[in-house]
């Protein structure tokens, strides 16, 4: 079954799904899924260690908060398929039940 998308998203390559931010940091796009929402949005690393260790370290960190900009969020529990968009949300690591990244199948 194919993963349904966003009402925005494109089909783009990994590449661009991770992409230089501010100086001393990258940014990947995750997708996010807590109880009662799906969320897709740009979280931010530091650009030190492995990329794909990152996430597991920001997850695995004594912060209690992740940050998470350009989020779409759209909720669960309703029939209607309404998402909401934020310029930037911070979501508490003990509501995410998956968190993965965006990559082009």
């Not at 991770?18 to 897709?40: N, Q």
């Not at 209690?64 to 934020?86: G, T």
Request: aromatic share 10%; hydrophobic share 35%.
């Amino acid at each position: 079954m194919a993963e349904e998308r966003f009402s925005h998203e494109t089909d783009i390559g990994y590449d661009e799904d991770i992409k230089p931010s501010m100086s001393g940091f990258w940014s990947e796009k995750v997708f996010v899924i807590t109880e009662d929402y799906e969320i897709k949005g740009y979280v931010f690393m530091p650009k030190t260690g492995r990329k794909n260790r990152m996430l597991s370290d920001i997850l695995n960190s004594s912060k209690r908060f992740v940050a998470i900009k350009d989020a779409e969020i759209r909720c669960r529990k309703s029939n209607e398929k309404i998402s909401d968009s934020n310029s930037f949300i911070q979501l508490n690591l003990n509501s995410i039940i998956l968190i993965k990244p965006c990559i082009k199948d």
